[in-house]
């Protein structure tokens, strides 16, 4: 089967979904459950078809990864680890874009915040989104 439209519509519809998801965690500090999961239960099914890019083991090793440090409460919020679940099960090198992104987002504040009171709290999806970016405009780009 040629993924190249499957590929298309997830990384465009992980885009508009993830500007959604942005939008209310800068606002808030948080993404209500009513947006993510079901878009993780699609990406479940849609891994289970067949339908997603990329290899199921380095999905599944991501979705673990990332689950188990939320469960453990080891720096990663709810939000955050279902939504990197659900972009590993759509395709694995969306959720290393967004981590990519996110931690070049919390980088770039570190450096213009320097020397003062660090404002840790931050919006990840905020990074996660321009990961995503960043991946899109390097396949169209390039």
Do not use: E
């Amino acid at each position: 089967m040629n993924n190249m439209p499957v590929s298309f519509l997830i990384d465009y519809s992980a885009l508009i979904w993830l500007s959604v998801c942005s939008w209310l965690d800068w606002k808030t500090r948080q993404v209500p459950n009513w947006l993510t999961l079901p878009v993780l239960f699609l990406a479940l099914l849609m891994r289970l078809s067949g339908h997603a890019v990329g290899p199921w083991q380095s999905a599944l090793s991501i979705c673990v990864l990332v689950l188990g440090l939320w469960a453990a409460g080891v720096g990663i919020g709810g939000a955050d680890a279902k939504i990197t679940a659900a972009l590993a099960l759509f395709d694995p090198a969306l959720a290393a874009w967004a981590w990519m992104g996110v931690t070049s987002w919390y980088v770039a504040v570190m450096l213009v915040t320097f020397g003062r009171q660090r404002p840790y709290k931050l919006p990840g999806v905020v990074g996660f989104l321009l990961g995503i970016l960043i991946s899109l405009s390097w396949r169209v780009f390039l």
